[in-house]
Nanobody
Framework: QVQLVESGGGLVQAGDSLRLSCAAS????????LAWFRQAPGKEREFVSV????????LYSDSVRGRFTISCDHNKNTLSLQMNSLKPEDTAVYYC????????????????????WGQGTQVTVSS
């Protein structure tokens, strides 16, 4: 079984920065897709960013592009999310997710494609 543990969440003010980290433990092999999602109260889980080993690329949602930066180590199954210029609308529980196999480009933002999830870490941005 694989366990993912996120860390780094907290309460900050608008304009501040936070760095989230995620590490996998258990019976893991190197992953192909590492991603961050988030879920605000009363809303569906939302794609934030992803690293794809196959394409060698990173993708971001429109709402975070230019402010957030994802870093991934597919061999170690670790990832981080540097979040700058935080806004109140970034408030959510942030989840890391791993897919051992491949995901086609058009489905990278689909949370149902991922095998393993962390428990989530709360990020609250006050105005």
């Amino acid at each position: 079984q694989v366990q993912l543990v996120e860390s780094g969440g907290g309460l900050v003010q608008a304009g501040d920065s936070l760095r989230l980290s995620c590490a996998a433990s258990g019976r893991t092999s190197s992953s192909n897709v590492l991603a961050w999602f988030r879920q605000a109260p009363g809303k569906e889980r939302e794609f934030v960013s992803v690293c794809s080993r196959r394409s060698g690329s990173t993708l971001y949602s429109d709402s975070v592009r230019g402010r957030f930066t994802i870093s991934c180590d597919h061999n170690k199954n670790t990832l981080s999310l540097q979040m700058n210029s935080l806004k109140p609308e970034d408030t959510a529980v942030y989840y890391c997710a791993i897919k051992g196999g491949h995901i086609i480009l058009s489905q990278l933002s689909n949370p149902t494609m991922y095998d393993y999830w962390g428990q989530g870490t709360q990020v609250t941005v006050s105005s």
